[in-house]
């Protein structure tokens, strides 16, 4: 498709290189708005899940077996379960998929999982389907490199998938499935609504899905429901809970790549993503990109650094962020997961401008994730805070108390209920 031939969008082009999108003028015709879903192809997928979920708190949304939809010659050379698990921390229907990575190697072949690439999904959110809708259209007149677009289930997010210059797939979703009060997935009869091509729009609303299945008499509650959660033994301000933490939010991203100007023009020319800042860490140059008002939503170190920092060699992941509720939680966080025999470690401040406490904990697949609980949010002006301006932090001193930052608790806030 030709760039001439993108006046059918409904982000309308301007006519001075830009769209009108919700009637503002942008660059692309879609706005991304925060990390949504992140996904790890997993070579011990049921231990990596009851660690997400025993230990971080993860609850299972819903698990995708695939036992009966694969030819038999294709599960022979599978390595454990052929699954995909779902999980959540909020009311999204996933936030953390985790897949068997012998499966997903197996079923798509080498040239769709290049070695490096352990990530199966950088999701981000965008504000409507039109924008998706528009997004699958210039990504086609861009010649972005596209895997597929439509609507997956479980879930029900409308998408697009596309890949950066390493092969990690990013996606451009909206309007994924909620799971409300009782605490039910949609049942299975609700997924007859995927769509494995992008369909026409207007498309019906979720509220029309709804109505619908109950005419046809589907049962909302039979749907999955996570399991017992274990003993709420830990007051939580003023919640009982299986822990003494909550994570509130996901993201930041940060990927190894193999080329840092390839990776920053992807995430900003075809992305949007805005940088941040730039900092060079032991003659490295590493990058950090926002798309809304937290310093960083994607940071991208060079390849190089890797073995430096100890990280694993197996992926391209450096690290995903969790964002703890507060301060105290993530410090009983860190003695938690310490008393769990959890492979914890901290690394220089430089590396992540933006952020003051915070620690790493490997996964069973040696795929690290960082909790923290402040993020510096980036105003109007759209500059980052001064280096000197922000809080100096001794590796491995975790005061009681901490002094407030003038952008404390502010940022996406999370809705609850905590538990």
Known sequence: MSEAGLENLYAQPTGDGKYAVGG?????????VRLGHF???????EDTARFYTELLGFEVSDTLDLSDRLPEDQLSKIKGP???????????????????????????????????????QITWQVGSLAQVSDAVDWFAAKQVPTVRSGR?????????????????????????EQIGWDGHSKP?????RGFREW??????????????ALTKGVDPTSGHRAADRGAEG???????????FKITAMGPVRLFMTDIAEGIRFYSEKLGFTVTEEVTYEGHRCVFLRCNTAHHAVALYPLALREQLGLSDHSFSFSLGLRIANYRQLRNARG????????????????????????LVRDPDGHVVQLYAYMEQVGWDGRPRPAEARRKITPGDWPETIEAAPDAFMGEPFLGPLA
């Open 199 to 212: 369909p026409e729009l207007p498309q019906i609303s979720e509220y029309r899905e709804v109505t619908d």
């Open 39 to 45: 996904g790890l192809n997993s070579d011990h997928v």
């Open 82 to 120: 052929p699954i995909g698990v779902f999980t959540r921390y909020g009311s999204d229907h996933h936030a953390l998929v985790l897949f068997n990575r012998s499966m997903r190697e197996v079923r798509d072949g080498p040239k769709r999982w290049p070695a490096g690439v352990t990530i199966n």
């Open 152 to 176: 997956d289930m479980p879930g029900s997010n409308w998408h697009t998938y596309i890949t950066d210059p390493d092969g990690n797939v990013n996606e451009l979703y909206y309007g994924i």
């Open 24 to 32: 503002v003028k942008l660059d692309r015709p879609f706005k991304v």
């Open 234 to 244: 830990f007051d939580v301000d003023g919640v009982l809970m299986a822990r003494p």
């Open 188 to 192: 299975l009869e609700m997924h007859d």
């Open 336 to 359: 938690f997961l310490i008393d769990k025999g959890c492979d914890l470690f901290e690394l220089p401040g430089e590396l992540f401008p933006g952020m003051d406490y915070n620690f």
